[in-house]
């Protein structure tokens, strides 16, 4: 089951336009996150989790490669 979306947020918290797939797993997310910053040179950023239930913020993950 789906629960989490996901989007990728720059340091002013502008969103990159990264496809992260919806999804249930946390770590998936930040793998596939990290992938794509080692590919694009974003040395640090931040995931953002949201609710797919209720399209809440549910949580930020630093992200530093």
Not at 47 to 62: C, K
Request: no cysteine; net charge negative; proline share 3%.
């Amino acid at each position: 089951m789906k629960r989490y979306w996901f989007a990728l947020m720059d340091a002013e918290y502008n969103d990159l336009g990264v496809l992260i797939p919806d999804g249930s797993s946390k770590p998936t997310a930040v793998n596939r996150a990290k992938k794509w910053m080692k590919e694009n040179g974003v040395k640090s950023a931040q995931l953002q989790v949201n609710s797919m239930i209720t399209d809440n913020l549910l949580d930020f993950i630093e992200i530093e490669l």
